[in-house]
């Protein structure tokens, strides 16, 4: 074996895999910024839904023509992900936790999925429990499906 081959197989065994670790790390950072940065949109499209819904008169019709209007508007422009069920998700997690500052400070590690699962419960102070039990203790997904059906 010459001096060539020793010199590129050291290269490949620790330089690649230390290559792979800054890729993975990367993707794995870039991953979380953008789910943070959902949440935070859909939090404030939930806001401005329930700030609108508040003007109109007769609240429950006007709600949903809201979203119904809304949900049509943006499925035309943006695609898949506003439907009328999910409008309703973010209205409903904006009033569960309608502080900001308070989800990212006692949340931050949780996922849309998360929230979406939470939203099933009908009490808004349960809500807040599984998602403040789910950050703290990391439940995946599966875990705190499984738990809200116990």
Same mark, same amino acid.
């Given at each position: 074996?010459?001096?060539?081959?020793?010199?590129?197989?050291?290269?490949?065994?620790?330089?690649?895999?230390?290559?792979?670790?800054?890729?993975?790390?990367?993707?794995?950072?870039?991953?979380?910024?953008?789910?943070?940065?959902?949440?935070?949109?859909?939090?404030?499209?939930?806001?401005?839904?329930?700030?609108?819904?508040?003007?109109?008169?007769?609240?429950?019709?006007?709600?949903?023509?809201?979203?119904?209007?809304?949900?049509?508007?943006?499925? &035309? @422009?943006?695609?898949?992900?506003?439907?009328?069920? $999910? !409008?309703?998700?973010?209205? %409903?997690?904006?009033?569960? *936790?309608?502080?900001?500052?308070?989800?990212?400070?006692?949340?931050?590690?949780?996922?849309?999925?998360?929230?979406?699962?939470?939203? &099933? @419960?009908?009490?808004?102070?349960?809500?807040?429990? $599984? !998602?403040?039990?789910?950050? %703290?203790?990391?439940?995946? *997904?599966?875990?705190?499906?499984?738990?809200?059906?116990?």
């Amino acid at each position: 074996m010459g001096k060539k081959e020793i010199i590129a197989n050291n290269i490949d065994s620790s330089f690649i895999a230390e290559v792979k670790k800054i890729v993975e790390q990367g993707r794995q950072q870039a991953y979380a910024s953008v789910s943070k940065l959902m949440i935070e949109t859909y939090w404030k499209i939930g806001e401005r839904i329930v700030l609108q819904e508040q003007k109109g008169a007769n609240r429950a019709e006007y709600g949903a023509q809201i979203i119904s209007k809304l949900s049509e508007e943006l499925t &035309r @422009v943006y695609g898949k992900g506003f439907s009328g069920r $999910y !409008l309703r998700a973010f209205r %409903q997690f904006y009033l569960v *936790v309608p502080d900001l500052e308070i989800w990212k400070s006692r949340f931050p590690n949780l996922t849309w999925t998360h929230i979406l699962k939470t939203l &099933r @419960v009908d009490d808004p102070t349960a809500i807040r429990w $599984y !998602l403040s039990t789910a950050s %703290q203790e990391m439940w995946s *997904v599966r875990t705190l499906d499984r738990n809200i059906q116990c």
